[in-house]
């Protein structure tokens, strides 16, 4: 039987300040609703530039508490005003000098679910994240929402197939990974891993990817988010490499059962044989 959701994603390029970024994204999530789509996720510390391509202890300032601070709130509203399931990548203060790179879940009525903080965090030239970020800490929580089950991931967390399994354990049906990669070192990963990690773990991803060069660095983010289902196999056509784009696909969950009755790979694991793999 059918299980067909309609979910959104949007990509978009660092407009110079938070408030318009903020407004931005606002209207991305009236846009997504007008067009039907009942849940959206927005990109990696979506209210900002992507400020890891400095060290600069400035951009502390753009943390704040979740969900007591005044983004989590003003989304809380939206999404209620909407009915419409959010996921919103964020830069959090737990408290001075604790800071995570961290998105928040707010249901369709507007309640706030929780949080997923990234866990892999890299520290290589123009990607400077443990000058602002220290590792993730609440494991790989899995969201009953108004749409199902959701899991979220985060950008350098894509390279590592561990998380991707947990979250497949815990009953994950779509995971989202918000993120801000550029041209060059990683291009070539974009469209192979996620559709690996679908196919898998036996659900669907969604991955997003600013556009755009900013001030701050020559990173050049090339888009090309996207939908793709536990066959690896894109759900529509991939967003633009260099324009904003809000990206609405259909998605039948059902799909998620076919495919793991034909595989059972859930069945076939050995855990009891995996422990080397948690050695230090």
Known sequence: MSRVIRAAIFQTAWTGDKE????????????????GA???????????PYF??????????????????????RFQALAKELGLVLVLPM????????????????DADGSYLGKYRKHHIPQ????????????????????????GKIGVYICYDRHFPEGWRALGLEGAEI???????????????????????????????????????????????????????????????????KETELVVRDLDLAKLREVRDRWQFYRDRRPEAYSPLTAP
Not at 54 to 68: N, S
Not at 127 to 143: C, Q, S
Not at 212 to 232: H, I, Q, R, W
Request: glycine letters at 8%; proline letters at 6%; aromatic letters at 16%.
């Open 20 to 35: 318009s970024m903020i407004q931005v994204h606002e209207q991305a999530a009236r846009d997504a609703a007008a067009q």
């Open 38 to 48: 009942q849940v959206l996720c927005f990109q990696e510390l979506f209210y900002g």
């Open 52 to 73: 890891c391509q400095v060290q600069d202890k400035a951009f502390y300032e753009y943390a704040e508490q979740i969900p007591e601070g005044p983004i989590v709130r």
């Open 91 to 106: 830069y959090e203060e737990e408290q001075p000098g604790v800071l995570y790179n961290t998105a928040a879940v707010i």
């Open 124 to 147: 290589v030239p123009g990607f400077w994240e443990k000058f602002y970020f220290r590792p993730g800490n609440v494991g790989w929580p899995v969201f009953d929402t108004a749409v």
């Open 175 to 241: 995971v989202f990974n918000p993120s801000a990669t550029s041209r060059g070192l990683s291009r070539y990963l974009w469209q192979l891993e996620q559709p690996a990690a679908a196919v898998a773990n036996e659900y669907f991803i969604g991955a997003i990817n600013r556009v755009g060069v900013e001030d701050l660095g020559d990173n050049d983010f090339y888009g090309t988010s996207y939908f793709v289902d536990p066959e690896a196999q894109f759900v529509g056509e991939v967003a633009s490499d």
